[in-house]
């Protein structure tokens, strides 16, 4: 055993995170920070328990060091953590869809499940209020505490050992914003397939940045908000080329979805 405390094989590597961002965030008021490590999970059929590797994250706390004289409190959110799981996935070359599940763990509509292939890899979400109590994090009255749970042993047979390379445009990107206003069981991944599909070959990138629910987008309705890379190979884009593009992904998504567009 690593410890007295730890005599045991733990059968969870983000409890174990949690401990330690609860005791660090009694002297940060930022926490981020990581852990691959085994898990070790009973199996009837087995005189062994089975050994899982696991990778799990947490943040929690300010996004960065505030302004001289600035007194705002930006705190770490969903789409940080996500952010960072995707810059690794994307490292990887692999594609990772979102669901949004339930799981006790993490608050209700703000958990997703991990998927690769239609096969769930781990989750994601904001920690229920009552395990961030638990746990005695000592953090700032609504401030979320961000985790993620993944599999490695699930995770890692689907690195490709090989993957297409494309050769870096010398031209410029160009980023268009765009909110869509959908009904609240329209899902992200489904508005963001449908602009990929409707964006041509000129739209490389979708990023989702923001989620709004209010009552003057009306009700049993959400907003949806995507940053849109569009880039050429072979020349500067103009105005008109990417307003060409934006107009048939918005004309898209009022046909398939009935959404409008926050302007």
């Known amino acids: 055993p690593n410890s007295a405390e730890r005599a045991s094989m733990r059968h969870s590597l983000l409890s174990s995170v949690l401990e330690i961002a609860a005791d660090n965030g009694r002297f940060q008021d930022r926490i981020a920070i990581f852990e691959v490590g085994p898990i070790f999970l009973v199996d009837e059929d087995e005189v062994l328990p089975q050994e899982n590797t696991q990778l799990s994250v947490v943040m929690t706390g300010r996004r960065g060091v505030p302004a001289w004289g600035d007194d705002t409190i930006d705190t770490y959110d969903f789409f940080d ?64 505490v961000l985790a993620a749970d993944i599999s490695l042993d699930v995770l890692i047979p689907h690195i490709p050992p090989y993957y297409p390379f494309e050769p870096i445009s010398p031209f410029p990107a160009v980023r268009e914003d765009v909110a869509v206003v959908v009904d609240k069981g329209v899902t992200a991944v489904t508005v963001a397939d449908i602009i990929k599909l409707s964006g041509g070959n000129l739209l ?13 987008l009306g009700a049993g309705k959400k907003s949806l908000a995507y940053h849109l890379t569009f880039q050429a190979k072979d020349k500067t884009l103009n105005d008109k080329v990417v307003r060409k593009q934006r107009n048939n992904i918005v004309a898209q998504l009022k046909k398939r979805l009935g959404a409008t567009i926050r302007e």
């Open 204 to 216: 490389k990138h979708v990023e989702l940045f923001d989620v709004y629910e209010g009552n003057q």
């Open 81 to 144: 953590l996500k952010g960072v799981l995707e810059g690794l996935f994307n490292e990887l070359h692999l594609d990772i869809a979102y669901e949004a599940a339930e799981h006790p763990t993490f608050r209700p509509g703000r958990t997703a499940r991990l998927l690769i292939n239609d096969r769930q890899i781990g989750v994601i979400g904001e920690l229920h209020p009552l395990v961030v109590e638990q746990l005695d994090m000592r953090v700032e009255r609504d401030q979320p």
